[in-house]
């Protein structure tokens, strides 16, 4: 069974930096697609960033491609996070996600693993 573990969250004030951190447990994930996705108490889960399997075409919601950036160690199976200037809208619950493709998917309902999630809190 794969396991992605996120890390890295925290409170932060506003203007602040956080890095996230995902590895996934098997080398399985190391031909798939993965992202970071973000939910907000009472919305939907968002895709913010994502990349293909060996790196290439990272891409970010215009949302938050100013401040945000995502990049991958493809030895270690790992994603990351890389949060700038984080302002308190930005406080939500971020998730790791493994897609079924190689590609950087921009689609939700191609994500099939998830991990358990971070809590990252702006305070203004």
């Known amino acids: 069974q794969v396991q992605l573990v996120e890390s890295g969250g925290g409170s932060v004030q506003a203007g602040g930096s956080l890095r996230l951190s995902c590895a996934a447990s098997?080398?399985?994930?190391?031909?798939?697609?993965m992202a970071w996705v973000r939910q907000v108490p009472g919305k939907e889960r968002e895709i913010l960033c994502a990349?293909?399997?060996?790196?290439?075409?990272?891409f970010c919601a215009d949302s938050v491609k100013d401040r945000f950036s995502i990049s991958r160690d493809t030895a270690k199976v790992t994603i990351y996070l890389q949060m700038n200037n984080l302002k308190p809208e930005d406080t939500a619950v971020y998730y790791c996600?493994?897609?079924?493709?190689?590609?950087?998917?921009?689609?939700?309902?191609?994500?099939?693993?998830w991990g358990q999630g971070t809590q990252v809190t702006v305070s203004s």
């Open positions: 996600a493994g897609a079924v493709g190689n590609i950087a998917e921009r689609d939700r309902s191609r994500y099939r693993y």
């Open positions: 990349i293909s399997w060996n790196g290439d075409y990272p």
């Open positions: 098997r080398r399985t994930l190391s031909s798939n697609g």
